[in-house]
Protein backbone atom coordinates (compact mmCIF):
# COMPACT_ATOMS: atom_id res chain seq x y z
CA UNK A 1 0.00 0.00 0.00
CA UNK A 2 1.08 3.80 -0.61
CA UNK A 3 0.54 7.12 1.51
CA UNK A 4 0.52 10.42 -0.50
CA UNK A 5 1.99 12.82 2.17
CA UNK A 6 4.00 16.23 2.04
CA UNK A 7 7.57 16.09 1.26
CA UNK A 8 9.68 17.17 3.55
CA UNK A 9 13.33 18.70 3.81
CA UNK A 10 14.64 14.97 4.06
CA UNK A 11 13.19 14.07 0.32
CA UNK A 12 14.84 16.84 -0.86
CA UNK A 13 18.19 15.39 -2.03
CA UNK A 14 16.55 12.45 -3.79
CA UNK A 15 13.86 14.60 -5.62
CA UNK A 16 16.72 16.89 -6.85
CA UNK A 17 19.28 14.29 -8.49
CA UNK A 18 16.48 12.34 -9.89
CA UNK A 19 14.85 15.00 -11.41
CA UNK A 20 17.84 16.64 -12.41
CA UNK A 21 19.17 12.85 -14.05
CA UNK A 22 15.64 12.12 -15.33
CA UNK A 23 15.64 15.98 -16.80
CA UNK A 24 19.49 15.85 -18.18
CA UNK A 25 18.78 12.51 -20.18
CA UNK A 26 15.05 12.21 -20.45
CA UNK A 27 14.63 15.44 -22.18
CA UNK A 28 15.93 16.81 -25.66
CA UNK A 29 17.04 19.34 -23.67
CA UNK A 30 19.21 18.09 -21.23
CA UNK A 31 20.54 15.84 -24.17
CA UNK A 32 21.79 19.43 -26.08
CA UNK A 33 25.46 18.77 -26.01
CA UNK A 34 26.01 20.64 -22.90
CA UNK A 35 28.81 19.85 -20.81
CA UNK A 36 27.58 18.46 -17.89
CA UNK A 37 28.86 20.94 -15.40
CA UNK A 38 26.97 23.55 -16.82
CA UNK A 39 23.91 22.07 -16.65
CA UNK A 40 23.76 20.41 -13.28
CA UNK A 41 24.74 23.74 -11.88
CA UNK A 42 22.61 26.14 -13.92
CA UNK A 43 19.57 23.38 -13.76
CA UNK A 44 20.14 22.94 -9.78
CA UNK A 45 19.44 27.00 -9.43
CA UNK A 46 16.29 26.20 -11.83
CA UNK A 47 14.74 23.71 -9.30
CA UNK A 48 16.01 25.21 -6.40
CA UNK A 49 14.49 28.44 -7.52
CA UNK A 50 10.60 26.53 -7.77
CA UNK A 51 10.68 24.79 -4.68
CA UNK A 52 9.71 27.30 -1.90
CA UNK A 53 7.13 28.39 -3.90
CA UNK A 54 6.14 24.56 -4.71
CA UNK A 55 3.82 22.12 -3.37
CA UNK A 56 5.86 19.03 -3.15
CA UNK A 57 3.46 15.23 -2.88
CA UNK A 58 5.49 12.25 -2.43
CA UNK A 59 4.14 8.50 -2.92
CA UNK A 60 5.63 6.83 -0.36
CA UNK A 61 5.43 3.27 1.26
CA UNK A 62 2.40 2.71 3.74
CA UNK A 63 4.49 0.38 6.48
CA UNK A 64 7.87 2.96 5.60
CA UNK A 65 7.16 6.61 4.59
CA UNK A 66 10.50 7.47 4.31
CA UNK A 67 10.75 5.24 1.23
CA UNK A 68 9.80 7.04 -2.20
CA UNK A 69 7.95 5.55 -5.06
CA UNK A 70 7.69 9.04 -6.57
CA UNK A 71 7.01 12.27 -6.50
CA UNK A 72 5.29 15.64 -8.32
CA UNK A 73 6.23 18.98 -7.95
CA UNK A 74 3.74 21.59 -8.17
CA UNK A 75 3.88 25.11 -8.81
CA UNK A 76 1.14 27.47 -9.42
CA UNK A 77 0.26 30.32 -11.63
CA UNK A 78 -2.30 32.92 -11.77
CA UNK A 79 -5.28 30.53 -11.81
CA UNK A 80 -3.18 28.04 -14.16
CA UNK A 81 -1.83 24.93 -11.73
CA UNK A 82 1.77 24.43 -13.21
CA UNK A 83 3.50 20.75 -12.72
CA UNK A 84 7.00 21.11 -12.92
CA UNK A 85 8.15 17.60 -12.34
CA UNK A 86 6.38 13.96 -11.91
CA UNK A 87 8.93 10.86 -11.09
CA UNK A 88 7.85 7.52 -10.11
CA UNK A 89 10.91 4.59 -9.74
CA UNK A 90 11.16 2.54 -12.54
CA UNK A 91 9.91 -1.07 -11.01
CA UNK A 92 6.51 0.86 -10.47
CA UNK A 93 5.77 2.57 -13.27
CA UNK A 94 2.70 2.06 -15.01
CA UNK A 95 1.11 1.14 -11.55
CA UNK A 96 -1.26 4.61 -11.85
CA UNK A 97 1.16 6.41 -8.90
CA UNK A 98 1.55 9.51 -10.76
CA UNK A 99 -2.46 9.67 -11.68
CA UNK A 100 -2.97 8.96 -7.98
CA UNK A 101 -0.24 12.31 -6.66
CA UNK A 102 -2.34 14.22 -9.41
CA UNK A 103 -5.65 13.35 -7.91
CA UNK A 104 -4.16 14.69 -4.72
CA UNK A 105 -3.28 17.61 -6.04
CA UNK A 106 -6.60 18.07 -7.10
CA UNK A 107 -5.73 18.75 -10.63
CA UNK A 108 -8.70 18.40 -13.03
CA UNK A 109 -9.17 15.32 -15.41
CA UNK A 110 -7.52 14.79 -17.91
CA UNK A 111 -5.08 17.35 -16.43
CA UNK A 112 -7.27 20.50 -18.61
CA UNK A 113 -5.45 23.59 -17.44
CA UNK A 114 -2.41 22.22 -16.51
CA UNK A 115 0.75 23.90 -17.40
CA UNK A 116 3.76 21.47 -17.50
CA UNK A 117 6.98 23.72 -17.37
CA UNK A 118 9.29 20.31 -17.61
CA UNK A 119 8.76 18.12 -20.44
CA UNK A 120 10.39 14.24 -20.80
CA UNK A 121 10.34 12.09 -23.20
CA UNK A 122 8.31 9.57 -20.92
CA UNK A 123 6.17 12.09 -20.91
CA UNK A 124 5.47 12.16 -24.43
CA UNK A 125 5.62 8.25 -24.50
CA UNK A 126 3.54 7.21 -21.44
CA UNK A 127 1.52 9.99 -20.24
CA UNK A 128 0.54 12.42 -23.25
CA UNK A 129 -2.25 10.17 -24.31
CA UNK A 130 -3.41 9.72 -21.14
CA UNK A 131 -3.52 13.48 -19.95
CA UNK A 132 -3.87 15.22 -23.72
CA UNK A 133 -5.68 18.82 -22.19
CA UNK A 134 -1.85 19.62 -20.52
CA UNK A 135 0.09 22.46 -22.00
CA UNK A 136 3.70 22.41 -22.35
CA UNK A 137 4.86 26.00 -21.75
CA UNK A 138 8.17 26.08 -19.75
CA UNK A 139 7.71 30.03 -19.83
CA UNK A 140 4.52 30.29 -17.72
CA UNK A 141 5.58 30.92 -14.14
CA UNK A 142 7.68 33.82 -15.47
CA UNK A 143 4.54 35.93 -16.98
CA UNK A 144 3.11 38.51 -14.96
CA UNK A 145 0.44 37.37 -12.26
CA UNK A 146 -2.20 39.48 -14.24
CA UNK A 147 -1.12 37.65 -17.42
CA UNK A 148 -3.83 34.74 -18.44
CA UNK A 149 -2.02 34.18 -21.94
CA UNK A 150 1.28 34.37 -23.71
CA UNK A 151 2.76 37.88 -25.32
CA UNK A 152 1.02 37.94 -29.03
CA UNK A 153 3.51 36.71 -31.90
CA UNK A 154 5.93 39.94 -32.69
CA UNK A 155 5.43 41.40 -29.87
CA UNK A 156 8.39 43.29 -28.19
CA UNK A 157 10.10 43.03 -31.79
CA UNK A 158 11.10 45.24 -34.17
CA UNK A 159 9.89 45.33 -37.60
CA UNK A 160 12.24 44.51 -40.25
CA UNK A 161 13.09 47.77 -42.36
CA UNK A 162 14.06 47.41 -45.79
CA UNK A 163 17.54 49.06 -46.47
Not at 49 to 73: M, Q, R
Not at 92 to 100: C, H, K, M, N, Q
Request: charged fraction near 20%; aromatic fraction near 12%.
Amino acid sequence: MLVIRAGSSVDLPFIMDSWQKGYRYGSSFGRSGMMNSVFYIGHRRVIESLLPESLILVAALEEDPSIIVGYAVIGAHDASPILHWCHVKEPFRRRGIASLLFGAANFPPKLKGVVLSHASDDWYKFLRSKFPDAVYDPYRQFWPAESSRAPSPGAGTLPLVAG
